[in-house]
């Protein structure tokens, strides 16, 4: 079975970096998409940055010039190098992927979240 398992997340003081990892397990699988979505306390999930077909990458307007999304298709990982962090970054992260294990549909697939809090 495939999973997605996260990492990275903490407490950090505005205008410091974190690096959210996030990697794909389980039996043979190829990997369509990338990407990191977060959710602050009563708001909507919403795209933070993504990796697509080409390794064109994508980012929310709050996030450019300070974050970073990166991939290691060797390691079936995705990265979120986070610069600059602001109070407004703080959220559960979300890494997702489109997955298509062997002999099975693509679907797309979720990790638990890891916590992200900016704060001094």
């Known amino acids: 079975q495939v999973r997605l398992v996260e990492s990275g997340g903490g407490l950090v003081q505005p205008g410091g970096s974190l690096r959210l990892s996030c990697a794909a397990s389980?039996?043979?699988?190829?990997?369509?998409?990338m990407g990191w979505y977060r959710q602050a306390p009563g708001k909507e999930r919403e795209l933070v940055a993504e990796?697509?077909?080409?390794?064109?990458?994508n980012y929310t307007n709050s996030v450019k010039d300070r974050f970073t999304i990166s991939r290691d298709n060797a390691k079936n990982a995705v990265y979120l190098q986070m610069n600059s962090l602001r109070p407004e970054d703080t959220a559960v992260y979300y890494c997702?992927?489109?997955?298509?294990?062997?002999?099975?549909?693509?679907?797309?697939?979720w990790g638990q979240g890891t916590q992200v809090t900016v704060s001094s």
């Open positions: 389980g039996s043979s699988f190829t990997i369509n998409y």
């Open positions: 997702t992927a489109d997955i298509k294990p062997y002999g099975n549909i693509n679907a797309r697939y």
């Open positions: 990796i697509i077909t080409g390794n064109k990458t």
